[in-house]
């Protein structure tokens, strides 16, 4: 060794310096010798270093992120500072995404099932035979006339992939294309819908908020689009002059709630009498944005129905009649003192905004959840906040939303005009997606023949997903995407793997600030194994069956498509390539009344109600839909008349599932800032050892207790228990935490898998196997929070 | 010379975890086996984790007046470092800049300096670093090599101490830069991997003897203290509080 002293060498040198004064002083004078302070210290590093921009996918948020390539190998990503989500940070789950880049568990190529469903045993075919077999099963189907017997189900696409999904979809003639909303942002866009006329999540402007009142968001942590939300709190606490509140409405605590000046705990299901109790102080003490609510609402006052004959009651006298502080306070736990003083506190400290949660108490499987987030969204229009600094803003895209029009083909134009598997509009008649209702659907009959699966694992992620188990078994040929043999894709004929977001072309639109803009994927190394983007294979598949379908599909690459159409909007490629992000920064405010506010801001996307500019506090467009519903329909959907206007935003009790008397607690299950919403991230090491960070736990489940009611039951931390729900038991340990209600349970999301890799594999329990698998019956939407369990020792 | 320091706000930091995890793909700390995690022997430099509350300054911890608080703790740089007084082999030094530096070729692995250390932000290999099939694909080429010296990223050995390096490399690819670009280094020019990344913004680094310094300027805040002050350590990673 040339090293002067080596690890080793001073060892040897150590034992023989016992007893040995001239060794010692060798010793010593080596040890001198090899200060490092005097050695010359170079610096190692690769050869060839490069740094590629991108768009994280390991949750919703698509930060901007920009990877350092050493050799040839992804060593590091960090956030890109172009990027206006993130600008320059990064969260946990974008750090490790080498892991999933270089995960041992992907899946290296396309593979044709061989054995039983579900065997497990595959060959791998070529690319060319897969692009021949899908393409094949669905020129069968539009021979037969049945094109709508083809469904996609899809979770998480935010950019042109969405709506190029969609196409693919419906150029072949299904109108089956289902998105994941239903299990999360669709009860909060619905709820925008029927007030503000615009379909979608609220982006709101915390940098230039007062005050926050989070209503079982969880902000911080797992929002729909959590690092905006931090960038936002970051921002508010301590960027500027004057510090922000932000008070948190949930029954645990969390992070968020940790973090927040308040935490309101309130009584699950509840948020909708919150949220009137608030408007009610307002109203009463005269603090309501009075030129908004007269001028620019619908619905605030009582107004004369169609005939002129009787008045019908609107906002303000019904919130004054029935949601005063002390019976808000029975309903929600909160003190009545608390209500008032928030009241005061949010409109006292205009601008203010209440913030709708991605999902959450919202989706409680009962038309109570759309409520609530009516009843939110409501609050910031009593305040004004609406389209106005520090309050709600209108979240713009590209245009390239807008694709050319479908060639005319009388196959695909009949397929689309066919009810959908999922019931939305239908079974579900307020619903655009009803994901978790494909089972339903397909076991009703729905004579699925084709299913296709893209960032889809409804096995795993749909509350009941064992349901899909047995609905697949009815769909002859089922096609999966994933990059990983997840719970669903296991079932699948044909797995096709895509390439992660480091090696493929995708782009991902900004959602949080308001204004338009783009972020760009690219392949920043050669695809690691045998993978074609979805895009990609989609387009073969179009070409390779000729016709209108091809026709629809010109592009030879999805990197073209992106190419031509980003060019349309005016964004260079090569820009675009080089910064990763393309936008139009600086959110321009509508003046109320004026020709963009009502064009963009206020009621644009009604299908049936004016398109006047009104904000609804009374929802003409829910009376619209309401009204085409039998008096047989409205009896099955649980709208029978119980005296109260079904188009004002009112609380409706949560009908839980499991008698309080043997099932004391309510489940939540909740999402992590380390796992995240996406399946893949449970498959990465480093977010399974630091999972459990909260309560010191790792690579494994838990269910949150409060430390009173586990003390009751002889439960200390650490005890194993089984929670038991009506619909199933999982075993786990007990964690006290105490910042929770005590009728309140939380497991988290995205442990317990039984299949996807190695470390995501036999871990922990999936939460979600003890949930009401029925759907909401008139919005369509998933049920998180309307299941009751108990906890007992194992 | 230079007096590099860190500034963590915990009013902006949100608990994400992120720092941990730049850090670990910054400077090859790999995952290690649930058993061995379960046994407290994960290594990140830069953990995350709730205290408990101080119950001679704040209410009890009763339902619902009950506040969760979170700390993020990477090593605190010492000036007056007890770690490198017990080391028998010099592996552990202070610099010149007042960076507290682990030798990986010297460390004998005698753990004197994980004992000495108050903050307990040195971590010993109880195995030898690992990655799982192409896993170890994205480590980090970068380390510093000298004669008897490993330092920085560098792929560890079984049985040596390693803790937060204020991720030296970094240091000195910017000072290879600035000399390249023929100029000064400036302040911006390091910045550790925790603090490139942090989502809340929650973490400034720079100069504690340039007076201009973000950090210099709020080491005056009122909002600003040390962990374990009264010990005697002199850290220079600088927290403030909430509020």
């Known amino acids: ?794 | 010379m230079a007096r590099w320091a860190m500034v963590i706000d915990l009013d902006k930091c949100v608990a994400c975890q992120g720092c941990s995890i730049a850090c670990r793909f910054e400077n090859n700390t790999p995952a290690v086996k649930p058993s061995e995690a379960l046994k407290g022997r994960a290594i990140r430099w830069n953990d995350v984790f709730p205290i408990p509350i101080n119950p001679e300054e704040e209410e009890s911890e009763e339902y619902p007046n009950v506040k969760t608080r979170y700390l993020t703790r990477p090593c605190m740089h010492c000036a007056n470092p007890p770690c490198i007084k017990v080391c028998p082999v010099r592996a552990t030094y202070k610099d010149e800049e007042g960076l507290v530096r682990q030798n990986y070729d010297r460390c004998i692995g005698c753990r004197f300096c994980t004992v000495a250390c108050p903050y307990g932000v040195r971590y010993f290999n109880w195995h030898k670093p690992e990655w799982d099939g192409e896993l170890a694909e994205a480590n980090n080429p970068d380390r510093l090599e000298g004669q008897g010296v490993l330092e920085g990223p560098a792929v560890r050995p079984l049985g040596v101490v390693e803790k937060c390096t204020f991720c030296i490399h970094r240091l000195h690819k910017a000072r290879a830069r600035a000399e390249a670009e023929g100029r000064e280094l400036r302040s911006e020019d390091y910045i550790p991997a925790c603090v490139e990344t942090c989502t809340g913004k929650a973490r400034f680094f720079g100069d504690l003897d340039d007076p201009e310094s973000i950090v210099s300027q709020f080491e005056q805040s009122p909002r600003a203290f040390r962990l374990l002050e009264d010990v005697g350590t002199h850290p220079k990673v600088i927290y403030l509080r909430e509020g």
Not at chain 1, 184 to 202: E, H, S
Not at chain 1, 356 to 372: C, E, R, T
Request: net charge negative.
């Open chain 1, 1 to 794: 060794m040339s090293n002067p002293l080596s690890r080793r060498e001073f060892l040897v040198l150590a034992a023989s310096a016992v007893g040995s004064t001239t060794a010692l002083a060798s010793l010593q004078r080596l040890l001198q010798n090899s200060d490092p302070d005097s050695v010359d210290i170079r610096l190692i590093t690769g050869e060839e270093e490069r740094i590629v921009p991108g768009v994280c996918l390991l949750c919703p948020s698509g930060c901007g992120v920009v990877t350092r390539v050493s050799d040839g190998r992804v060593v590091k990503l960090e956030g890109s500072p172009m990027h206006p989500i993130n600008t320059g940070s990064l969260c946990p789950k974008g750090q490790a995404a080498p892991e999933l880049l270089y995960n041992p568990d992907r899946v290296q190529g396309p593979m044709r099932r061989v054995g039983e469903r579900g065997s497990g045993e595959w060959e791998s075919l070529s690319w060319d035979e897969a692009v021949g077999l899908v393409a094949e099963k669905l020129a069968n189907l539009r021979e037969a006339g049945q094109p709508q017997r083809a469904a996609l189900m899809f979770g998480e696409a935010r950019g042109q992939l969405r709506s190029f999904l969609q196409r693919f979809m419906q150029a072949v003639g299904s109108p089956n294309t289902i998105s994941r909303d239903s299990l999360n942002v669709a009860g909060a866009k619905l709820a925008t819908y029927l007030t503000q006329g615009i379909y979608d999540m609220p982006a709101y402007d915390l940098e230039n908020s007062n005050y926050v009142l989070s209503f079982g968001a969880s902000l911080l942590d797992a929002g729909p689009v959590p690092q905006r939300m931090v960038s936002g709190y970051s921002y508010l606490r301590q960027g500027r002059a004057t510090r922000g509140k932000v008070v948190i409405i949930d029954p645990r605590q969390g992070v968020s709630g940790a973090k927040a000046d308040e935490w309101i705990p309130i009584v699950p299901g509840t948020d909708a009498a919150l949220a009137l109790g608030l408007a009610h102080v307002i109203i009463r003490a005269g603090q309501i944005d009075s030129s908004f609510v007269h001028n620019y609402s619908f619905g605030f006052d009582d107004f004369p129905n169609e005939s002129g004959t009787r008045l019908i009651q609107g906002f303000k006298s019904f919130v004054l009649e029935n949601y005063d502080p002390e019976t808000v306070s029975e309903i929600t736990g909160v003190p009545a003192a608390t209500i008032s003083r928030l009241a005061g506190e949010f409109a006292g400290s205009q601008p203010a905004v209440a913030v709708l949660p991605g999902k959450g108490g919202l989706l409680n499987g009962s038309i109570g959840g759309l409520y609530a987030a009516m009843a939110v969204h409501c609050l910031n229009a009593v305040v004004g906040s609406i389209d106005r600094p520090g309050g709600v803003l209108r979240q713009r895209y590209p245009a390239v939303r807008n694709w050319p029009e479908l060639p005319d083909d009388p196959i695909a134009r009949q397929g689309c005009r066919a009810d959908r598997v999922d019931g939305a509009g239908t079974r579900f008649p307020l619903a655009r997606h009803a994901y978790q209702a494909v089972a339903d659907g397909v076991l009703d009959g729905y004579p699925l023949e084709a299913l296709f699966l893209y960032d889809a694992n409804p096995v795993y992620e749909a509350p009941g997903g064992e349901r899909f188990v047995e609905a697949f078994q009815r769909i002859p040929f089922i096609v999966s995407f994933s990059s990983f043999l997840d719970e669903s894709a296991q079932y699948a004929d044909l797995v096709l793997p895509e390439p992660t977001f480091l090696e493929r072309y995708e782009d991902h639109f900004i959602e949080g600030f308001g204004y338009p803009g783009v972020g760009l994927r690219q392949p920043v190394i050669n695809p690691r194994l045998e993978t074609m983007s979805v895009g990609d294979f989609l387009l073969r598949v179009a070409r390779e069956m000729g016709g209108p379908v091809a026709e629809a599909f010109p592009w030879q690459t999805y990197q073209g498509v992106l190419r031509q159409r980003l060019r349309l909007e005016g964004a260079d490629w090569e820009t675009l390539q080089e910064l990763g992000v393309w936008m139009t920064p600086g959110y321009r405010f509508a003046r109320r009344g004026s020709e963009k506010w009502v064009n963009e801001v206020v009621g644009s996307e009604r299908r049936s109600a004016p398109r006047d500019g009104y904000f609804d506090f009374y929802s003409r467009e829910l009376s619209c839909i309401l009204e085409t519903l039998s008096e047989e329909e409205r009896e099955r959907l649980g709208l029978t008349d119980d005296g109260n206007d079904p188009n004002l935003p009112r609380y409706v009790p949560t009908e839980f599932v499991g008698e309080e008397d043997e099932y004391p607690f309510m489940l939540n299950v909740i999402t992590l800032m380390s796992l995240g919403p996406f399946t893949a991230a449970a498959n990465l090491p480093t977010l399974q050892e630091i999972s459990g960070m909260t309560v010191d736990v790792t690579w494994d489940s838990w269910v949150e207790m409060n430390p009173e009611e586990a003390h009751r039951r002889r439960l200390e931390n650490g005890d194993e228990v089984w929670v038991e729900s009506p619909f199933g038991r999982v075993k786990t340990q007990v964690r006290l935490v105490a910042a929770l209600r005590p009728d309140v349970v939380n497991i988290p999301y995205n442990q317990g898998h039984s299949a996807v890799g190695r470390y995501a594999r036999d871990r922990g329990v999936n939460g979600l196997t003890l949930l009401n698998p029925e759907s909401e019956p008139v919005t369509g939407l998933a049920a998180f929070t309307n299941t009751r369990v108990k906890v007992y020792r194992a």
